[in-house]
């Protein structure tokens, strides 16, 4: 029976080298028993591939005119994939920073503007709106600094 692996594992990734070698090749590139190797691609062993190990099956399934490193390729989507969700908040920041700037930047032109000589009020009214919108802006990301603080550990000292 063929066991269920989950995408961008790197039990499925050791399979794929499979594919392409035998378990008792992949075995001997490693200087591990086929067992040990079998063990690796298993999810319910619990047992992982030494990161060794796994540049030289990548390096064999190369060699043998496989595309790719499905080992090293493996990593990257899920180290990219924790990465995003890791700085998802420096993210949000920064979009909310940039967002900050160009109000600010409008609502600094329109304060100028308001304060000359017989402004009318068209102009303080536009005023009133950037100085508004920059202030919602600037809402958005005390906010979001807030949610950051709130997920760090304050030092001690």
Do not use: H
Not at 8 to 34: N, S
Not at 132 to 150: P, Y
């Amino acid at each position: 029976m063929t066991k269920a692996r989950e995408p961008m594992t790197y039990d499925a990734a050791l399979v794929r080298i499979a594919d392409r070698l035998t378990w008792a090749e992949m075995a001997k590139v490693t200087g591990r028993k086929e067992r040990t190797v079998r063990n690796w691609a298993d999810p319910d062993t619990g047992e992982t591939c030494p990161v060794d190990c796994a540049e030289m099956l990548d390096l064999a399934y190369r060699g043998a005119g496989g595309e790719g490193y499905p080992m090293a390729d493996t990593m990257q989507r899920r180290l990219e994939l924790a990465a995003t969700v890791a700085f998802a908040d420096q993210a949000a920041l920064s979009r909310a920073t940039e967002r900050l700037v160009k109000e600010a930047g409008e609502a600094f032109g329109a304060l100028i503007a308001a304060s000359r000589e017989g402004v009318c009020f068209a102009t303080l009214n536009a005023a009133r709106r950037e100085v508004s919108e920059m202030a919602e802006e600037a809402t958005g990301a005390l906010r979001q600094i807030e949610s950051m603080l709130g997920q760090i550990t304050q030092p001690k000292g």
